[in-house]
T-cell receptor, first 114, second 114 residues
């Protein structure tokens, strides 16, 4: 069963911020939120992850609500190369490799428009 | 270069053939995964080898047989496949039990079954 829900598609103007939402209302206390993206026919690429605090790296920012039931991935200045499918998954980061912990879902197809 | 190398990148085989997909990771990780991605479908976890233990998705048919001779190498042996097995097969690795748990994916092996 899917543990996350995401909109199937979004558009974003080039140079603007892209805000990708994810709902994970059944997240457990020891589960992290991970974001990956997959550019057409390539392997998925790790973007960022977090537990409960907001996180930022060179690629994106991750905002997690206080109740941890949802999160938003922010690409601050979207470029055409950010066009991809973005996956939000929840999993245990330490020692949990059971199949149920690694479900990717259908993701959000982000299209950056010139 | 992601540190996870898959060969071959493309494979065409008949339904009676026997072939193998190979994955090698150069990251010192202790867990490796096989995923299947069919057209317009989400990533499907097939097998996990973690700390020398194997976990599998029970829905994967027996015509797919994984082998993990050591922590750096992972194979997927294919025999008597069906046309619906045509897909992108992705290998990934991660460091479990102390790392961040992020998955590093290879570029995939695109399989066509005739």
């Amino acid at each position: 069963d899917a543990k996350t829900t995401q909109p199937p598609s979004m558009d974003c103007a080039e140079g603007r911020a892209a805000n990708l939402p994810c709902n994970h209302s059944t997240i457990s206390g020891n589960e992290y939120v991970y974001w990956y993206r997959q550019i057409h026919s390539q392997g998925p690429q790790y973007i960022i992850h977090g537990l409960k605090n907001n996180e930022t790296n060179e690629m994106a920012s991750l905002i997690i609500t206080e109740d941890r039931k949802s999160s938003t991935l922010i690409l601050p200045h979207a470029t055409l190369r950010d066009t991809a499918v973005y996956y939000c998954i929840v999993r245990v980061a330490r020692g949990g490799t059971g199949a149920n912990n690694l479900f990717f879902g259908t993701g959000t197809r982000l299209t950056v428009i010139p | 270069e992601t540190g996870v190398t898959q060969t071959p990148r493309h494979l065409v085989m008949g339904m009676t053939n026997k072939k193998s997909l190979k994955c090698e990771q150069h990251l010192g990780h202790n867990a490796m995964y096989w995923y299947k991605q069919s057209a317009k479908k989400p990533l499907e976890l097939m097998f996990v080898y973690s700390l020398e233990e194997r976990v599998e998705n029970n829905s994967v048919p027996s015509r797919f047989s994984p082998e993990c001779p050591n922590s750096s190498h992972l194979f997927l042996h294919l025999h008597t496949l069906q046309p619906e097995d045509s897909a992108l097969y992705l290998c990934a690795s991660s460091q479990e039990g102390g790392g961040t748990g992020e998955l590093f994916f290879g570029e995939g092996s695109r399989l066509t079954v005739l």
